[in-house]
T-cell receptor
Framework: AQSVTQPDIHITVSEGASLELRCNYS??????LFWYVQSPGQGLQLLLK??????LVQGIKGFEAEFKRSQSSFNLRKPSVHWSDAAEYFC?????????????FGTGTQLKVEL | DTAVSQTPKYLVTQMGNDKSIKCEQN?????MYWYKQDSKKFLKIMFS???????INETVPNRFSPKSPDKAHLNLHINSLELGDSAVYFC???????????FGPGTRLTVL
């Protein structure tokens, strides 16, 4: 079965510092990978996605992620964090054959930004 | 020009009651979903519909019954509400099953 691990439950960074959020997946084939962000009391917004091709993908709000097949990872990065980036970040993988088109989400990483 | 909308945003009710949550998308997508987010923010899919046809049912209690009158709408009816049903319920849609999903703002259900 597919699974997603986000090892960091909470991360705190200073405004202007760089950010890396980790995501590891378990999947039997080439996955479709996503990063979503959830601000307090809001729905989920797609930051970026990887389907195929270039392993470094650019997303909205200055975020990027790199797919590394050898490490089964899809880490999210941002060179300079803004206070408005404080939110919950979810990595997701899917779909997979035989399971329909569902996404499997990680448990999320809560980002706090110190001013 | 809201893409995926849900009503109501908040729902507070007593145990044993029956309630419904409505979802509509104006993106022209073929696939719609219901997710449950628990108090620890864990997101889990409940149902998925493709062109009004149920394609995923993730061992959800049969007190939960989704209905899709057309491919732009997916409603969730819950019978005999229990305390454990308290959660945030998100509707989502995608153009095709393998593409990115767009989420609604969520419905926070509180069962007292």
């Amino acid at each position: 079965a597919q699974s997603v691990t986000q090892p960091d439950i909470h991360i705190t960074v200073s405004e202007g510092a760089s950010l890396e959020l980790r995501c590891n997946y378990s999947y039997g084939a080439t996955p479709y990978l996503f990063w979503y962000v959830q601000s307090p009391g809001q729905g989920l917004q797609l930051l970026l996605k990887y389907f195929s091709g270039d392993t470094l993908v650019q997303g909205i709000k200055g975020f990027e992620a790199e797919f590394k097949r050898s490490q089964s990872s899809f880490n999210l990065r941002k060179p300079s964090v803004h206070w408005s980036d404080a939110a919950e970040y979810f990595c997701a993988v899917g779909p997979f054959t035989g399971g329909g088109n569902k996404l499997t989400f990680g448990t999320g990483t809560q980002l706090k930004v110190e001013l | 020009d809201t893409a995926v909308s849900q009503t109501p945003k908040y729902l507070v009710t007593q145990m044993g009651n029956d309630k419904s949550i409505k979802c509509e998308q104006n993106l022209g997508h073929d696939t719609m979903y219901w997710y449950k987010q628990d108090s620890k923010k864990f997101l889990k899919i409940m149902f998925s519909y493709n062109n009004k046809e149920l394609i995923i049912n993730e061992t959800v209690p049969n007190r939960f019954s989704p209905k899709s009158p057309d491919k732009a709408h997916l409603n969730l009816h819950i019978n005999s509400l229990e305390l454990g049903d308290s959660a945030v319920y998100f509707c989502a849609s995608s153009l095709a099953g393998w593409q990115e999903q767009f989420f609604g703002p969520g419905t926070r259900l509180t069962v007292l």
